[in-house]
């Protein structure tokens, strides 16, 4: 399967992620926790990652795929 994840690092340091397996952002500061424990609440901003796995990733992972096992 595909898995997305989408990290948001501030000063090298990442605060927040989404990992489509969980399906839901974890937060590893305590910025992150906050908008983690917001952003989980809100279902349009996880429809909007769980859009991006299905319109952009699972489309190019075919092409991306085939491109790498040509260069082997």
Do not use: M
């Amino acid at each position: 399967g595909i898995e997305l994840i989408t990290s948001y690092v501030f000063n090298k340091v990442e605060d927040i992620r989404f990992n489509s397996t969980v399906g839901r952002y974890v937060g590893y500061t305590e910025h992150g926790v906050k908008n983690a424990e917001a952003w989980n609440s809100d279902a349009g901003i996880l429809g909007q990652e769980q859009a991006q796995l299905e319109s952009y990733c699972k489309p190019n992972a075919d092409i991306d795929y085939s491109a790498i096992l040509d260069k082997t």
